[in-house]
Nanobody
Framework: QVQLVESGGGLVQPGGSLRLSCAAS????????TSWYRQAPGKQRELVAT???????NYSDSVKGRFTISRDNAGNMVNLQMNSLRLGDTAVYYC??????????WGQGTQVTVSS
């Protein structure tokens, strides 16, 4: 099993920055990819960014050029650097890992609020 703990959420003004972190523990060597999802009130959960175990990133069109996903060499920390934040980025952000055994695990979520 993999346990995930997110941190770094908060309140920020439009145009500001936040850095989210996802700390993994347990069977971290089984992690194939780590993703950040977000869910705004009344909306479906959507994929924001993914990074594979070899470090290859992918982004949704809505955050491309503003957000950067990265991981440490040990593979137990994935960060999401969010710049030029917009009102529409307000959501609960979730970390998700997919393992080589085709099992997925979710974190508890962290609130990001962009407001003036």
């Amino acid at each position: 099993q993999v346990q995930l703990v997110e941190s770094g959420g908060g309140l920020v003004q439009p145009g500001g920055s936040l850095r989210l972190s996802c700390a993994a523990s347990g069977a971290i060597l089984s992690i194939a990819s780590t993703s950040w999802y977000r869910q705004a009130p009344g909306k479906q959960r959507e994929l924001v960014a993914t990074i594979t175990s070899d470090g290859s990133p992918n982004y949704s069109d809505s955050v491309k050029g503003r957000f950067t996903i990265s991981r440490d060499n040990a593979g137990n920390m994935v960060n999401l650097q969010m710049n030029s934040l917009r009102l529409g980025d307000t959501a609960v952000y979730y970390c998700y890992v997919n393992t080589v055994f085709r099992r997925g695990y979710w974190g508890q979520g962290t609130q990001v609020t962009v407001s003036s």
